[in-house]
């Protein structure tokens, strides 16, 4: 009876043991750090400029040429935080209730920027300044500028003359020989 009583308990030790090593194998797992995800590195905002693009605007870094954009649609709130930390935060923001496309949100830049949202989402921009297009084009070119990049049509309305430059159009200080605004996608101009 004593060696059948000592069978069994070394086959109820032997079969608790297994479980014993999976529940520390379990507990180990739990308490071992799990490897972060893979994130991308984010961009070096020293080497990054701001394009202008038909499609939104692109990020360009200077260092590596690799592009990145923000398209039309993008949510606001990303859209706003990617241009402060290039050009600085925006020195003003406010709302437009009569718009062609309805009620607009916008934000000023420095470099003269400015973003349009329609509903939480980033849906135009304007351009005073000196950003470019990827072709080097930007809100101070000349006539002859926009000319050598295949600009030839330019169309006489009340906001003086204007053109399309790929998607990209433009409006013409008076007197047509030097850009003053470029745009594209919602804008809230008055005709």
């Known amino acids: 009876m004593n060696r059948t009583l000592a069978l069994t308990a070394a086959l109820a030790l032997a079969a608790c043991q297994p479980q014993a ?3 520390a194998a379990e507990r180990d797992a739990a308490e071992a750090p799990t490897p972060a995800a893979e994130t991308p590195a984010p961009q070096d905002s020293s080497s990054t400029i701001v394009a202008l693009d038909s499609e939104g605007l692109r990020l360009v870094d200077e260092t590596t040429g690799s592009t990145r954009l923000i398209p039309f649609g993008a949510p606001q709130a990303e859209t706003i935080t990617a241009i402060t930390a290039l050009v600085g935060n925006a020195t003003e923001t406010g709302q437009m209730e009569e718009c062609g496309p309805g009620p607009l949100s916008f934000a000023n830049f420095p ?4 973003l349009w949202f329609s509903q939480g989402a980033f849906s135009g921009w304007e351009s005073t300044e000196a950003l470019t297009t990827l072709s080097g084009i930007s809100a101070e070119a000349t006539r002859a500028e926009l000319e050598a990049a295949g600009v030839s049509d330019f169309t006489r309305d009340t906001l003086e003359d ?3 430059l790929g998607g990209i159009y433009g409006v013409m ?3 047509g020989q030097e850009v003053a605004l470029l745009h594209t996608g919602d804008n809230c101009f008055m005709r």
């Open 162 to 164: 204007e053109f399309d």
């Open 21 to 23: 090593q999976d529940r």
């Open 173 to 175: 200080e008076p007197g």
């Open 111 to 114: 470099q003269g920027l400015r």
